[in-house]
């Protein structure tokens, strides 16, 4: 959705204009045209005044962008998970061994060492 200069700073509202007795006409705004508002504190945008049907519509589309996300993330990790099963890697225990160490040394070894 794009919108003009001229929309988007008619969207800006100081803060000061609720306590001016504006409240009322920005709500009505709000509930009855769809309005929404970017409310301004000391000049910078703090909070935005949206319909509860923009809220409720946004809140599910948070949830199915989610969903969406969680299911991408699924396929990426089976596609992982076949190309490692095909993978021809030595097994980490195997690894070790084979450069003289055992899990029990490196278990020692890490107990001694400290990250910052």
Do not use: C, H, W
């Amino acid at each position: 959705m794009s919108i003009s200069l001229a929309e988007f700073t008619e969207q800006l509202v100081p803060i000061s204009d609720f306590s001016q007795g504006k409240a009322g006409k920005i709500f009505s705004d709000v509930a009855n045209n769809n309005k929404e508002y970017v409310v301004l504190k000391n000049n910078q945008p703090t909070a935005v005044v949206i319909s509860i049907e923009e809220y409720r519509r946004t809140q599910r589309r948070i949830k199915v962008l989610e969903m969406y996300f969680e299911k991408l993330q699924d396929m990426f990790l089976e596609e992982k998970a076949k190309e490692r099963a095909n993978d021809e890697s030595t097994p980490f225990k195997e690894f070790i061994e084979a450069e003289g160490f055992t899990l029990d040394e490196l278990k020692e070894v890490m107990d001694e060492v400290e990250f910052e």
